[in-house]
């Protein structure tokens, strides 16, 4: 089946630093991907679409100069969260569509990154 | 906007017995998918079954299966013979089928917390 991996899979850092997750898909080439973000005992938020070589789409109230999304390639797509503060502490996943003819109907889901902001 | 409903925040039920999950949603939209994930306190979303809207047969997955009632707008999900390893929050999630192909980020409910008694 299809992977997607995440790294790093958990990052501490100090407030007003820069922290990267990468996202990658395995063995298929994913031409969207998709992050979200989940607190503690809460659901999945979609963060944003990733369209690789074109721009990022951000939900409504994700600020976009906050979380950076580059998608360079088929298959790795990163967030930067800029100038970190703890209350981006949280648990972000990303997830990627396998890109077939046959069907883009399934998301496969990273096993996503716990970022503590101290 | 679409919004996916889980009224039941926890669920418990014996080793060996049936277990249904309740999740209603609300769309304006004629074509889309429904999920069901399974999240382990690993944290990995783990797929567990979708169902085209277009199609009238409720999927079925092994021990899982579920109840589309397309008019109601309700995507229960029942787990049979429920076993130790069935434990975890389950998330029901909405899906819009773009035109032209494409793919759109999930909504997620808020969940379901599977206890399994032994």
């Known amino acids: 089946g299809a992977v997607v991996s995440q790294h790093p899979s958990r990052v501490i850092c100090k407030s007003g630093t820069s922290v990267k997750i990468e996202c990658r898909s395995l063995?298929?080439?994913?031409?969207?991907m998709f992050w979200y973000r989940q607190f503690p005992k809460q659901s999945l938020m979609l963060m944003a679409t990733?369209?690789?070589?074109?721009?990022?789409?951000?939900e409504q109230g994700v600020e976009k100069d906050k979380f950076l999304i580059n998608h360079a390639s088929l298959t790795l797509s990163t967030l930067t969260v800029t100038s970190a503060h703890p209350e981006d502490s949280s648990f972000y996943i990303c997830?990627?569509?396998?890109?077939?003819?046959?069907?883009?109907?399934?998301?496969?889901f990273g096993p996503g990154t716990r970022l503590t902001v101290l | 906007a679409q919004t996916v409903t889980q009224s039941q925040p926890e669920m418990s039920v014996q080793e060996a017995e049936t277990v249904t999950l309740s999740c209603t949603y609300d769309?304006?939209?004629?074509?889309?998918?429904l999920f069901w994930y399974k999240q382990p306190p690993s944290r990995q979303m783990i797929l567990v079954i979708r169902?085209?809207?277009?199609?009238?047969q409720n999927a079925t997955e092994n021990r899982f299966s579920v109840n589309f009632q397309k008019a109601a707008k309700s995507f229960s999900l029942k787990i049979s013979d429920s076993q130790l390893g069935d434990a975890a929050m389950y998330f029901c999630?909405?899906?819009?089928?773009?035109?032209?192909?494409?793919?759109?980020?999930?909504?997620f409910g808020k969940g379901t917390h599977l206890i399994i008694q032994p």
């Open positions: 997830s990627a569509d396998e890109w077939t003819s046959a069907t883009t109907d399934t998301q496969y």
């Open positions: 063995d298929f080439q994913a031409t969207t």
């Open positions: 990733s369209n690789e070589g074109s721009k990022a789409t951000y």
């Open positions: 769309t304006s939209e004629s074509d889309y998918y």
């Open positions: 169902q085209e809207a277009y199609k009238q």
């Open positions: 999630a909405y899906r819009s089928a773009l035109v032209g192909g494409g793919a759109d980020g999930l909504t």
